[in-house]
């Protein structure tokens, strides 16, 4: 019998039609509902169960279990999609449901050893997601039904997110896991009027690329190899010298290439050397530290779902950072081919805050994808 | 774009000329044969060779090259093997068997089968390429005659026929590239090609091969290669452009004597990868458009069949200032003897892309091909298969979910590549469910190289072999498989129900530990045999 957790956040979404942005917190549901907010996450989630069990077909569905919570945390979403379920958690009776219920769904759900946790709801089921996992392995996939999804552990859709959680389960070699972002509004930044977003942590999400490529030639859409080539044009560019590397998946398996034990969501500093293993100078570092680096070659990866380079979840490289490192000679982008081309000709974009440094670093720049390999691509604020 | 589900209108004179396709009832044969390995017995033979006169004095063949015991080959009467191969054949979609103008980029024209007979003329056939040069006039003539077709198709001086397919063309073609500047003294200080998404990959590919860096122009809004973006990655650095015109998009570059320009004032050299060039034959050439090289695929737009993976043939086209470094030997012309000869003294060559002088079965193909048509003729199929694409075009834009990304309102070349990204958002399927889909009707279609920068893509080339009938009969196969998306997604996600087709697990194909591409391969990774 194959195992399934679902967590649905039933509140996920409710503010974004009626203007309220998340619904992060105790009063903004109760608010959204009274403006006229239709819960849409466990329909949602149900559209994701419905497009799994089509796929997973005849004796594979009916082997298929959904671990879940009762009522709309789950159940309810797994009755609409005609499964089987094993209830696990039940929120109290008589009130709402809070943040408080998901973690204690999720921890109930992941107990039962599952095949994969899929979620319902925006970034903020995300960080719950990520905070009540701790230290527990378990896949994860979100089912996108929130207000803001700047986090990359979303399928596209409902239907995309079937489809992936079927290929995962159904797989017999050859799919592995990324780490995803959590990413969530920095609401420290909204107070002061910047609109920004924080990194928060990394799922492990399977890598299922939802436009399965027919192959013509023989390359890859998942490819260590190509990592390993970005890997090789940094240091090589590097030569000897600093490389201070944002936080990213990209950057992240770059640091790992070049054999550096970083930080999982921060910015750090290495010292690069021709034949020594790197050195690493700060981790995690601060704005302050960064600016007390001097010169030094600033790699990037666009963050989260959006395409984001600077502005979201790096705000540690600040406008001052970006200039007293060298400005746009010395920065450089990393994306793999594949990833480039799933933004879909929109830019990578930029928001530091300062829109004269934005201006400055617009336009076509190269994106190394490989190893002696570059993409020009334009960057925008 | 038109998206809705209104049928399309059809004029009572439209209905006359054109009748609403029947779709088949399509069956395929399904034969669940055994690989050749598991056929025969021991023993078991088809021609009994008569043994050598032992009066007749044989080379002795060096013991190095002698085995020590027969080669583990298949044992089996030439009836069983003949009738092996033939259930295999019907379980396959061939180029003569359906309507093949779903493989996109690759130009599935008809390949007439009297030019077979050509090649199998004993005087062609029976040649070696170890005869002394004096005995194979002949074909060295066609080798030369054809040369000169496509110095007229290109515009440009001297032509290679040597490189076996057309990305040892491309890789011939940047090996000149790096002579050039070697000889020049800049090779240090040149070492960056420029190159764009649309065009084929084996052109970023053989530039890296070739120890160039390479740089990939991504579109601009319109689908057009991004000339800001060419700005941008040109400079003192830069050897050379490799572009496609038109890209596989069908969308011709309309400021391509802009990007030559942009890159000749920077000192590089532009080459023109003509893998696309079915559809303008006789209308305009590399030369014109200021390039310094090109090279065509004869088994694409010159009709010498792909022959399901090769051989192929390629052709490299120069101008005179790169006419040194042509692979070598080199077919040459002596008016004062009448004769042709092969010249391998040519210091500043590439060398050798192949062994001898080229496919020579394809080239007879192609100069048959082209002499058949004449220069009005290659005209004609250029302006028939770009007239076919534009009809299947407004077809295939009426139907549901599909969409025409880039250059709205604009026609195309000789292919479209169309986004089934409407239908994927509304049905959940995908381009490749439909293209399998497509296997019950007897036909198929190919996505897109990767990675995909159209979503959920297809890409039609119809070539100008295919009447007006079968483009109907290829749309409205399409039509019905969208109708199905929408109405019955089941049928449409577990096809392939009435065909051999299979569904294959792509992310197998990433992973090495699963390939089997031979038999001993297949003993050893999938039955688990003790290695051989």
């Not at chain 2, 019907?90 to 690759?106: F, H, S, Y």
């Not at chain 2, 800049?186 to 190159?195: A, F, H, N, S, V």
């Not at chain 2, 192949?354 to 003729?377: Q, T």
Request: glycine share 10%; hydrophobic share 40%.
């Amino acid at each position: 019998m194959t195992r399934i957790g679902l967590v649905v956040n039933p509140v996920a979404g409710l503010g974004g039609r009626v203007g309220l942005g998340g619904t992060d917190g105790p009063d903004r549901p109760r608010v959204a509902l009274s403006l006229g907010a239709r819960p849409q996450a466990g329909a949602r989630a149900a559209a994701a169960l419905g497009e799994l069990a089509a796929r997973a077909g005849g004796p594979a569905r009916d082997g298929l279990l959904v671990v879940t919570a009762a009522g709309p945390l789950g159940a309810d979403s797994v009755a609409a999609a005609g499964l089987a379920d094993r209830i696990v958690y039940a929120a109290a009776a008589g009130r709402d449901t809070t943040a408080a219920d998901t973690a204690a769904a999720v921890r109930a759900v992941v107990a039962e050893d599952v095949g994969l946790l899929l979620f319902a709801g925006g970034d903020g089921t995300a960080r719950d997601v990520l905070g009540a996992l701790g230290n527990v392995h378990c896949p994860v996939l979100g089912v996108p039904t929130g207000v803001k999804m700047h986090s990359a552990v979303f399928a596209v859709g409902p239907r995309a997110a079937g489809e992936v959680a079927a290929a995962w389960l159904g797989r017999t070699g050859g799919v592995r896991l990324r780490d995803a972002e959590v990413m969530d509004r920095d609401e420290d930044a909204l107070a002061e009027g910047r609109v920004t977003s924080r990194l928060h942590g990394w799922l492990p999400v399977p890598d299922v690329p939802v436009r399965v490529q027919q192959r013509k030639t023989g390359s890859t859409t998942v490819s260590p190899e190509a990592v390993g080539g970005i890997a090789a044009e940094v240091a090589e560019r590097v030569g000897e010298g600093l490389l201070v590397l944002g936080p990213g998946s990209t950057t992240r398996a770059v640091a790992a290439a070049l054999g550096a034990d970083v930080s999982l969501t921060g910015v750090d500093a290495l010292a690069l050397r021709p034949g020594h293993p790197p050195r690493v100078v700060a981790r995690d570092a601060r704005e302050d530290t960064l600016l007390a680096l001097g010169p030094a070659w600033l790699a990037l990866s666009p963050i989260g779902g959006q395409g984001f380079l600077l502005g979201r979840g790096n705000q540690q490289i600040s406008p001052r950072v970006l200039r007293a490192a060298g400005g746009r000679e010395h920065l450089l982008v990393l994306c793999t081919e594949a990833k480039l081309a799933a933004l879909g000709g929109r830019p990578l974009l930029l928001d530091t805050g300062d829109d004269a440094l934005d201006a400055e670093l617009s336009g076509h720049l190269p994106v190394i994808t490989g190893r002696r390999r570059t993409s020009l691509y334009r960057l925008a604020m | 774009m038109t998206a809705s589900h209104a049928p399309v209108s059809v004029s009572p004179e439209e209905a006359r000329i054109a009748p609403k396709p029947r779709l088949r009832r399509f069956q395929q044969a399904s034969w669940d044969e055994k690989l050749i390995f598991e056929l025969g017995s021991p023993g078991e033979r088809g021609v009994l060779v008569p043994a050598a006169d032992p009066s007749v004095p044989m080379p002795a063949i060096p013991a190095a090259l002698r085995r020590a015991e027969p080669p583990a080959l298949p044992e089996m009467s030439q009836q069983q093997v003949l009738r092996h191969y033939l259930r295999l054949s019907q379980e396959n979609l061939g180029a003569d068997l359906n309507i093949d103008v779903g493989q996109g980029t690759c130009t599935m024209k008809y390949s007439p089968k009297v030019n077979d007979q050509f090649v199998r003329d004993p005087r062609i056939a029976a040649l070696h390429p170890l005869q002394d040069e004096d005995t194979v006039q002949g074909v060295l003539g066609i080798i030369h005659s054809l040369e000169q077709l496509l110095k007229e198709i290109s515009g440009m001086d001297r032509v290679s026929l040597q490189p076996g397919a057309g990305s040892a063309a491309i890789y011939t073609n940047v090996a000149m590239i790096r002579a050039h500047f070697a000889a020049r003294g800049e090779l240090d200080r040149r070492d960056e090609i420029i190159t764009t998404i649309f065009s084929h990959p084996s052109n970023a590919a053989c530039a890296k091969t070739a120890g160039f860096k390479v740089i990939t122009l991504h579109p601009d809004a319109d689908g057009y290669p991004d000339i800001e973006a060419l700005r941008a990655a040109v400079g003192p650095r830069t050897a050379a452009l490799l572009i496609t015109n038109p890209e596989d998009t069908g969308i011709y570059n309309p400021r391509i004597e802009e990007f030559v320009r942009i890159v000749h004032e920077a000192g590089g050299l532009c080459s023109y990868d003509q893998a696309n060039a079915n559809g303008i034959l006789g209308i305009t050439r590399a030369r014109d458009a200021g390039f310094d090289l090109c090279h065509f695929n004869l088994h694409k737009t010159f009709s010498t069949p792909h022959a399901c993976g090769g051989p192929a043939a390629g052709a490299c086209a120069v101008t005179e200032e790169l006419a040194p470094y042509l692979p070598r030997p080199t077919v040459e012309f002596d008016p004062a003897t009448g004769m042709y000869r092969l010249d391998d003294d040519r210091p500043e060559s590439v060398g050798k892309m192949r062994p001898f002088y080229g496919v020579v079965p394809n080239l007879v193909r192609a100069y048959a091909w082209i002499m058949s048509l004449g220069a009005e003729g290659l005209r004609a199929a250029a302006e028939t298969a770009v007239l076919n694409n534009n009809y299947l075009l407004h077809k295939v834009r009426q139907i549901p979910g599909v969409s025409v990304p880039y250059a709205a309102g604009r026609p195309r070349v000789e292919q479209v590549r169309y986004s089934w990204e409407k239908l994927h958002e509304d049905t959940g399927l995908h381009s490749e469910d439909l293209g399998l889909r497509a296997a019950d009707f007897g036909t198929h279609y190919w996505t897109s190289h990767h990675p995909y920068v159209v979503p959920e893509p297809m890409t039609l080339e119809p070539t100008e072999s295919y009447t007006r009938a079968d483009l109907d009969e290829y749309a409205a196969i399409l039509a019905e498989i969208a109708r199905e998306a929408y109405e019955d997604p089941e049928t449409v996600r577990t096809a392939p129900h009435r065909s051999t087709i299979h569904r294959v697990r792509p992310e197998a194909l990433d992973d090495p530990a699963t390939w089997a591409v031979s038999w001993r391969a297949y003993r050893r990774k999938v039955l688990g045999e003790a290695g051989r």
